[in-house]
């Protein structure tokens, strides 16, 4: 027969065991649902991304790149609206007057 001193370890044994399975059940399944939630989060940006990617803020319509004196801009192929990158109308600032000049006299066509 089981002593009562016996029994008591046993249940300690039991509830300390427990307890570390429990966090350790809980620590993984924090960690998948961290996981799942980043995997969610990395595919609506890239369907937000395919769904908006080179289309036109103003109409939705496709954007065309076009190259103008190294500077790429993006041209709608609808209401000819113009957009540009981070970066790109500070490069065409930093250009001498002369050449800015002529940069927007072949965008706009002139």
């Known amino acids: 027969m089981i002593d009562e001193q016996s029994r008591k370890r046993e249940d300690e ?3 300390k ?3 570390k399975f429990l966090e350790e059940a809980k620590a993984a399944r924090e960690k ?3 996981e799942r939630a980043a995997h969610e989060k990395a595919a609506e940006r890239k369907r937000l991304k395919d769904l908006h990617f080179m289309k036109c803020p103003k109409c939705g319509h496709d ?3 076009e190259h103008f004196s190294g ?3 993006d041209r ?3 209401c000819e609206g113009l957009w540009m990158d981070a970066g790109e109308i500070e490069e065409i600032f930093l250009r001498r007057i002369e050449e800015r000049k002529g ?3 072949k965008i706009l066509g002139i």
């Open 13 to 15: 044994w039991f509830t």
């Open 17 to 19: 065991n427990e307890r």
């Open 32 to 34: 998948r649902e961290k």
């Open 63 to 65: 954007l065309k790149a």
């Open 71 to 73: 500077v790429e801009i």
């Open 76 to 78: 709608c192929t609808f």
């Open 103 to 105: 940069l927007f006299r």
